[in-house]
Every structure is written in C-alpha cells, then in structure tokens.
C-alpha cells in the first residue's frame, strides 16, 4: 500500500523571520504596521513570506492589532480609464504594504456612495475616497468614524491627493492660439466638479490672456456618447477647438466629427484629459497627463502612513500634469465648419441617457 505524501507544514511567522533574518516582531510589524520600518525591511520580509507561502492569520491579526489588514477604494464608475488606473495603483501599492483592497463603484451616486462607506466600514481599516459625489458634510461625518484620504476633493482638514491639471490645459490653449484659433470651447463636467472647474478656469483665464472667446459647454455626465451629442452646440457656436474634460469626451467629439464627414485636426481640433487612452485613438489625441495611477498610490500611502498617528495632521498631495501634444490639434480652419443640414443626415441617432447628472467628478 502506497502511502500518501506528507504534507507540508505549514510556514510560521517564526520560519519567515529566520530565513530573513529579522525579529518576530519585525515580521508581524511588515504585515501590520508596515509604516514604522524602513521600506527596504517590509520589501525583504514580504518578499520572504511570499517565497515560503506564509499566509498571517488575519483574524489574530485583528484581535492583537485592532485592524483587519483591508483598506477599501470607493470609485464613481470603474469602467471609466481614469478610474481604472487609478485603481491599479491603489491596489499595487496596498498589495506591497501587506494590505487587501475593496472595491466599491457608486455608479455615479451620492447615494450608492454613502452606503458603501457605511457598510464597508466594519471590515476595513480606512478608505480612499475617490472624487466623491458626497456633499461635504457627508464626507466629514464619515471620516469622523474611519480614516478617509480623497482624491480630487480639495477639503481641508482631510488628507487629500489632488490632481492639478491647470498648466497642461493653459499650455493647451497657448498651442491652439499659436495655431490660429480664435473660438475655443471647453467641454466639462457638471460645475460641482473640482477637477472641472479647475480645468475650466484654466481654460478661460489663458484663452482671456491671448484675447479668444471661449465657450463653456457642460455635458453632464462625462462619457463618449455625451461628446458625441455635443458636437452640433460647438459648430453652432462657430468654435473649431475643444478641450475635453477628459480623454473619453475627446474621443466623442472626434467621432461625432467624423461622422459629420469633417476631420481632426484639418477641420476641427480636440484637447483630452489623463492620457490613458490618448495614444490609441485615430489621430492620436493631444491630451493633459493626470498620472491617476500615481494618484491612487500616494492615497494609499496617505492613509497607511496616518495609521502610525490616531490624530494625523492633514496633509495634501498635488499632483501636477503636463500637456503632450499628438495629432488632433493642429492649424485653424479657413473658415468654421458649419453643422450644415446634409452633414446633419448623416449623423445616426442616438438614445438619450437617462442616468441624471453626478453631483461631482472626477
């Protein structure tokens, strides 16, 4: 009779520390507390226990520590890039501290929000909160109860990573006056937006500063279909440069320009934000930087740092982007295009959204 195969035994926190030559203690700190050792000691210990397949026991963990070693990311639409992004670089950067990360998509509601926030609160340590639709009082009652850090809500008082985008869009600007445009639009979010109204000042103070009139579009919720449904309102205010919001609007525009047998840049000039998709579009889209997965790690590292603290000092990341420019921009027109009643016929229907406007973005 063959006898089975012993069974290895499993790893103990004892094993991990000798073979990384660390204290026990130092062990169960990388897991729990990593934020009290260097980076070079969690780096060689979690490195050790993943080699051995030692696992913590997350529920004595608990019991000793106080924490249950999750953090969770609250997102207003995951299958947004920007969010997508962002969400990698929370969860590599929790992952390589000792933490698991939660996910939550508020589906674009204050709402659906606010119930995340209270029903995960029970099975984790803290959350990032990113671009919340919250009002702010909300936002506060929260963080009252669990460690918040918010992304792109500029609240003082609350730790926060902001993603400062006004510089690539003035700079955006500057390119298109250098270009011969003379009506721009920027086409953002709803005005309770803080990354729009950021972009949307920008815009407006360097399109002031070269002497161009620029018109302000609000399409509610960001989406391609809703820069796509705004193209005739921007031939109709004679504009022949946009900046979107961010790269999905941008891509929008263009095919809604395309659709209208009109080309980018040749006949019309288009801006984006966050350059996640830029690259891949046709032309390639000239858009602002907004380095969103680097945003969500600095988030995660604001809110393990401010474990070590019970009262942390509000601190503020800013994160600046930058202007790269592609093909979608390029000289003015002659003359505007016009939404011409032939160009009209040709555009398809399309199905007007039902899903009402966030009360904030990204």
């Not at 210990?45 to 990311?73: E, F």
């Not at 006004?166 to 953002?188: E, K, N, P, Q, T």
């Not at 659709?259 to 046709?282: H, K, R």
């Amino acid at each position: 009779m063959i006898k089975p195969p012993k069974a290895k035994p499993t790893p103990t926190i004892r094993l991990v520390a000798r073979v990384a030559g660390v204290s026990q203690a130092t062990v169960s700190r990388a897991f729990s507390q990593p934020e009290l050792l260097t980076p070079a000691t969690v780096e060689k210990v979690l490195g050790t226990a993943q080699r051995l397949g030692y696992v913590p026991n997350q529920v004595a963990r608990a019991l000793s520590t106080g924490r249950a070693g999750n953090i969770a990311l609250i997102l207003p639409d995951v299958a947004n890039p920007f969010f997508s992004a962002l969400m990698r670089g929370a969860q590599a950067q929790a992952y390589k501290r000792g933490y698991a990360t939660f996910l939550g998509d508020s589906d674009e509601t204050a709402q659906l929000e606010d119930v995340l926030l209270s029903k995960l609160a029970a099975q984790v340590d803290g959350f990032v909160l990113a671009s919340p639709r919250l009002d702010e009082h909300l936002i506060r009652k929260h963080t009252a109860r669990k460690p918040v850090v918010v992304i792109n809500r500029d609240l003082q008082g609350i730790r926060r990573v902001l993603v400062d985008t006004s510089a690539g869009f003035a700079a955006a600007v500057d390119l298109l006056a250098g270009f011969g445009h003379r009506v721009i639009a920027y086409v953002g979010a709803p005005r309770s937006s803080w990354s729009s109204q950021q972009r949307a000042r920008a815009v407006a103070a360097a399109g002031s500063a070269h002497g161009l009139s620029v018109v302000e579009i609000d399409v509610g919720r960001p989406s391609h279909e809703s820069g796509r449904d705004c193209v005739t309102r921007l031939l109709e205010a004679g504009v022949t440069a946009a900046l979107a919001v961010d790269d999905v609007v941008a891509q929008g525009i263009m095919a809604g320009m395309g659709e209208l047998g009109l080309s980018v840049p040749g006949d019309f000039s288009v801006v984006g934000c966050d350059d996640i998709i830029a690259a891949t579009t046709y032309p390639p889209l000239t858009s602002v930087t907004a380095r969103c997965a680097l945003a969500g790690a600095n988030a995660v590292d604001l809110l393990l740092d401010g474990f070590a603290n019970p009262t942390p000092k509000a601190d503020s990341h800013v994160i600046t982007g930058e202007l790269i420019v592609r093909n979608s921009t390029g000289p003015a027109p002659t003359r505007p295009p016009a939404p011409t009643p032939a160009r009209r016929a040709r555009r398809r229907p399309v199905a007007k959204s039902t899903v009402s406007d966030p009360s904030s973005r990204k």
